[in-house]
């Protein structure tokens, strides 16, 4: 069956960065547009980064933009999600999602305080 699990979060300081990833498994990997959300404290899940099966094209919110990178290894069956000067309003859980079918990780918590 399908599976996606993330790794990678943590708490960090204001500034700092993180390398999230999401291993996908169950399914070819290679063919699919991936994605990543953010859920913060008392908000609505969130679209921050969107990648295309071949990587050749993504898409960020605006608030990440220039500070987030989204890629992919096809041959590892990963998705990452770079995060480089992070700030307090970064907080959430972030899931990645395969876009076709709707299959979600069960989150991984990001903690950005000092």
């Known amino acids: 069956q399908v599976q996606l699990v993330e790794s990678g979060g943590g708490l960090v300081q204001p500034g700092g960065s993180l390398r999230l990833s999401c291993a996908g498994s169950g399914f070819i990997f290679s063919q699919y547009k991936m994605r990543w959300y953010r859920q913060r404290p008392g908000t609505e899940r969130e679209l921050v980064a969107t990648i295309t099966p071949s990587a050749g094209s993504v898409w960020y919110v605006d608030s990440v933009k220039g500070r987030f990178t989204i890629s992919r290894d096809n041959a590892k069956n990963t998705v990452y999600l770079q995060m480089n000067s992070l700030k307090p309003e970064d907080t959430a859980v972030y899931y990645c999602?395969?876009?076709?079918?709707?299959?979600w990780g069960q989150g991984t918590q990001v903690t950005v305080s000092s």
């Open positions: 999602n395969r876009v076709t079918g709707d299959y």
